[in-house]
């Protein structure tokens, strides 16, 4: 199949912007609960629709106050906390436009995002945050106001705007047409300078419409529970957007959590408890790789290997039956399920909070034994695909027919499109409207409406899209032959003990890797072994750590032909970090700077040292 087109299920938003649900839900539901933020004492307060709309009437009014209008450009530098949330609609209620930006950026990086969107005032969290601005101020002739959340800047916004009446807000609200800009979220620049995707309201409306009405299953509760989500990813992201503004439009409940690290968003995740979770693969493999050592240390990993392999051939089973292919799990199965159930399954669960039984899951590609096994321990995860321009999410997983392994079918309103060369196109109301100042560039994206993605991908018979690869990374070695990175990447990425892997070999005459390593299983691995804990430089030349490293290559040259199969690698010392300039914020690989700061580890792997 070369092109799939999937009906609507949302209508497009003829009138009004994003801040409109606001104010309908207080006048609707005013004590539902909207949101939930911790306290000083680190408790959950809830925060209904009402509280909820008079916080962002009284910040938009101080944000007049403030001097700030409809259509200008304010940037947010901050962790995902409430505060965003409570700027993000009330900035889009007087009708400016919000420029994010990730609270890791360089100085360079800060500059060029509020020199090209010509920001005019910015909110940081932190005093550190304050000094990377201020490193750059003399150069942004247009940034008049600097606020920081953590110096108080939402209160003294709000007091200064106790003058102004309801009516003046409600009229820059009123003013606001589904085609206003409401952000500009610069890419993450893999391979240049970011560019900012201009992206309007109703990009936005139509995208979290159609995901809270397509995927009810994920957006709703059938236990008398409130819907909530603990919302985790970078609200600099787009996914984190959409999170944040399906939840506000969906009615869910919404909670802030701003690290990513395990010690501090599992505990959020058991005192919250919430009912779904949107993440990347990197949490649940998290999850995956905790519970295993768990049970390896309580001397429990035979019946734990025993609970992944019916949960995996659970979930094939009833994937099979959702397709028509097969009856579903067997008695036998069924059995043997519901005694793991007890003995592993809600363990698993416990550690998402327990309430957790719904997914989704962007950002990069998840391994389909990951996704069976998860499913089988009873957490759907609906794998989707997406990029800033598509306003999160192009495709994604329907709930009745998942089909684990690929990023599923074009979402409802829109087309999915394999052009000659393989790379995916994409078509629909999501698309957005070009990049800022940067019209060649459009140009050189958006074809009739149709996005070129710049990935390379396959449709299967039922329309379901599987990403290959990127065509700007494509490696053509020196005897001409065209390897993609990304699927040999992953599949030595599914090895517990490695956290990073780089392909190389453009130009080179073989395929080559360097690989890092997952410290914190790597620990476990050298305790369970009798092992005394290694210096980096010591672990990467231990000859049993090497042979578990190679097994993992191996088993990703099984999905390649011998000329495109790794055929030597190198075990670093230290993890690729995005302080070091060898990640994007969004945790990508940038390949070029990989290769330049470990040219001589490179070399050595050709013999050229």
């Known amino acids: 199949m070369r092109e799939f087109t999937n009906p609507p299920v949302a209508s497009a938003p003829l009138v009004g912007g994003l801040a409109d649900a606001v104010f309908d839900h207080a006048l609707d539901t005013p004590g539902h609960i909207a949101l939930s933020r911790k306290d000083r004492h680190e ?85 550190d945050h304050a000094m990377t601005v201020a490193t750059v101020i003399g150069r942004l002739p247009h940034l008049h106001r600097l606020w920081q959340l953590d110096g108080g800047a939402a209160d003294e916004i709000t007091a200064s705007g106790t003058h ?262 994409i078509y629909g109301r999501n698309i957005f409207q070009g990049y800022l100042n940067d019209p060649k560039s459009t140009d050189a994206s958006l074809y009739d409406g149709w996005l070129a993605t710049g990935d390379l991908g396959a449709l299967d018979e039922d329309g379901y899209l599987t990403i290959t690869g990127r065509k700007k990374e494509i490696l053509v070695t020196s005897g001409g032959k065209s390897v993609s990175p990304q699927q040999l990447e992953e599949r030595v990425r599914d090895h517990p003990l490695i956290a990073q892997c780089l392909v190389v070999g453009n130009d080179r005459p073989y395929i080559a890797a360097l690989v890092t390593l997952d410290t914190e299983a790597v620990d476990h691995w050298l305790g369970m072994r009798g092992k005394q804990s290694m210096s980096p430089a010591d672990l990467v030349r231990d000859p049993d750590l090497e042979t578990e490293v190679r097994r993992a290559v191996v088993a990703a040259n099984t999905l390649v032909s011998q000329a495109e199969s790794i055929r030597t690698f190198r075990i670093l010392a230290h993890q690729f970090t995005e302080e070091h300039g060898l990640l994007t914020p969004s945790l990508k690989l940038k390949r070029k700077a990989i290769e330049q700061a470990y040219s001589a580890e490179v070399d050595a792997l050709y013999g050229t040292l």
């Open 43 to 127: 408790k959950w307060q809830d925060v209904t629709s009402a509280q909820f709309c008079d916080e962002v009437m009284a910040l938009a009014k101080g944000l007049l106050a403030q001097g700030i209008r409809f259509g200008d450009r304010v940037a947010i530098m901050s962790r995902t906390r409430y505060e965003w949330t409570l700027f993000d609609f009330a900035l889009w209620t007087i009708g400016a436009q919000v420029v994010p930006i990730y609270p890791t950026s360089s100085a360079e990086q800060v500059f060029w995002m509020l020199y090209d969107a010509e920001v005019s005032a910015a909110v940081v969290e932190h005093e």
């Open 164 to 425: 102004i009446d309801d009516e003046t807000v409600h009229r820059h609200r009123r003013a606001i047409t589904p085609e206003s800009t409401a952000t500009i979220i610069y890419t993450s620049g893999t391979t240049g300078r970011p560019k900012g995707c201009v992206i309007s309201h109703g990009n936005f409306m139509y995208e979290a419409d159609t995901m809270i009405t397509r995927w009810e299953p994920v957006f709703s509760s059938k236990r008398d529970r409130t819907p909530s989500t603990l919302l985790f990813l970078p609200l600099a992201h787009v996914f984190g957007r959409m999170v944040e503004i399906a939840t506000i439009r969906g009615g869910v409940k919404l909670a802030h959590q701003p690290e990513l690290r395990a010690s501090a968003l599992m505990p959020d995740l058991q005192s919250f408890q919430p009912t779904f979770i949107l993440a990347v693969p990197y949490i649940f493999e998290k999850v995956f790789n905790a519970a295993r050592r768990k049970a390896e240390n309580d001397g429990k990993s035979g019946p734990f290997e025993k609970a992944i392999e019916c949960a995996v051939k659970y979930a094939d089973a009833q994937e099979a039956k959702a397709f028509g292919t097969g009856p579903g799990p067997s008695a036998s199965l069924r059995m043997q399920h519901s005694v793991f159930e007890k003995l592993v399954y809600s363990k698993v669960r416990a550690a998402l909070g327990g309430r957790v039984r719904h997914a989704m899951s962007g950002g990069s590609g998840m391994d389909r034994r990951l996704g069976l096994f998860f499913a089988g321990a009873g957490v759907t995860i609906y794998e989707g695909y997406g990029l800033t321009e598509s306003t999160a999410a192009a495709t994604a997983n329907p709930p009745e027919q998942t089909r684990y392994g690929t990023v599923g079918q074009a979402i409802p309103g829109s087309s999915v499109h394999i052009a000659d060369d393989g790379e995916v196109w």
